[in-house]
C-alpha cells in the first residue's frame, strides 16, 4: 500500500471535476498534484515561468511569498501547510492548423 506519511487532503479541481488525494508537506504542489496522476503544466520548476500556476481555492500553502494576485499561486514553489483546494485552469485550446492549400501550379519563367 502505497501511504504518504504526515499527509494532508488536497483537493484539485480542473474542468469542473474534483479530484481528492493524499499529499505530502515534503513535496511540492506541483510535486504533489503530479503524484496524483493529474495533468498539470510546468516547465522551469524553479518558479520562473509561470507555466504552473494553479488557484488556491481554500488552505494554506507554504511559503505564501508565493501568493500571486487573483489567489494564484506557483505550483512548483509552494508546499502544503494543511489541507488544501486547487484549481488548475483550463488547458489552452490547441491552434488549430489552417487548412491546406489546393496545389496551384507554379509559373514558368
Ligand atoms: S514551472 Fe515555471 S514557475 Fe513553476
Redesign the pocket.
Known amino acids: 500500500m502505497n501511504t504518504v506519511a504526515n499527509a494532508f487532503t488536497l483537493t484539485v479541481t480542473i474542468d469542473g471535476v474534483a479530484h481528492v488525494g493524499a499529499a505530502s508537506p515534503e513535496r511540492t504542489l506541483?510535486e504533489n498534484i503530479e503524484a496524483l496522476r493529474l495533468p498539470i503544466r510546468?516547465?522551469?520548476?524553479?518558479?520562473?515561468?509561470?507555466?504552473?500556476r494553479v488557484t488556491l481555492l481554500e488552505g494554506r500553502l507554504h511559503p505564501e511569498l508565493q501568493l500571486l494576485r487573483d489567489g494564484q499561486v506557483?505550483?512548483?514553489?509552494s508546499r502544503l501547510d494543511g489541507d488544501a483546494h486547487v484549481e488548475v485552469p483550463r488547458r489552452p485550446v490547441p491552434a488549430v492548423a489552417p487548412p491546406a492549400c489546393a496545389a496551384q501550379p507554379v509559373p514558368s519563367s
Do not use: I
Not at 510546468?42 to 504552473?52: K, N
Open positions: 506541483l510546468s516547465a522551469c520548476r524553479r518558479g520562473r515561468c509561470g507555466a504552473c506557483l505550483s512548483c514553489s
